[in-house]
Structure formats: C-alpha cells, structure tokens
Nanobody, 118 residues
Framework: MRLQESGPGLVAPSQTLSLTCTVT??????????WTWIRQPPGKGLEYMGA???????YYSPSLSGRTSISRDTSKNQFTLRLTSVTPEDTAVYYC???????????WGKGTLVTVSS
C-alpha cells in the first residue's frame, strides 16, 4: 500500500489548509482500517490531528479546537484534511497514515511541508 499527500506548500494566515491523501494498493473502505492525519511542526514531535474509519466515522483531536475536518472520496480512494483559520504555528510536515488497528505496522505517506506565511 502507498499513500501520497498533495496540496499547496504555502498557505496565508487565516486561510484554510487543504490536503489530500491518495491511497493505492488498498481501499479506504476495507474493514478495520483507520485513515489518519498527523503533523510534525519544525523541531517538535508528532501530533495526531484526526482520522476517518473505513465506515466513515470521524475522530478529531480536541487540541485543534474544532478547526479540523476530514472527508473522503471513495470513488477516488482519497481522504482529505481541512484546517481552518491557520496561523504560522500550523506550519508543519503533514502526514497521512493507514492504520490497521495495530495488526501490522501502519503505512505512512512521505509527508508534505506546509508553511503558513504571508
């Protein structure tokens, strides 16, 4: 399975960051998989942002104060992250991940750097 993040590398403050993860070699509707967004700001650790289950159930980190939304397009085998009202503190490498609930190690995308700056 491969995951690939895509989206703009530069977002202006107060705008909405939107990233898409395209999955190949597996279906995002397969049972018992969790499709997750994680980020890593420069010099900091990994931060869980949220996830969507194969069933479509959604989970979000409360630390992002409701700014996050995740959706999916099953026809394209993609899932998408939107983060509203971004600030420079949202500058990070953003990763998508496929987690089979610990049955095997998760699959990761390579990550994409998003810089929030005017």
């Amino acid at each position: 399975m491969r995951l690939q993040e895509s989206g703009p590398g530069l977002v202006a403050p107060s705008q909405t960051l939107s990233l898409t993860c395209t999955v190949t070699g597996g279906s995002i509707t397969t049972d018992f998989w969790l499709w997750t967004w994680i980020r890593q700001p420069p010099g900091k650790g990994l931060e869980y942002m949220g996830a969507i289950e194969n069933s479509g159930s959604l989970y979000y980190s409360p630390s992002l104060s409701g700014r996050t939304s995740i959706s999916r397009d099953t026809s394209k085998n993609q899932f998408t992250l939107r983060l509203t009202s971004v600030t420079p503190e949202d500058t990070a490498v953003y990763y998508c991940q496929a987690d089979p609930y610990g049955r095997v190690p998760p699959y990761w995308g390579k990550g994409t750097l998003v810089t929030v700056s005017s």
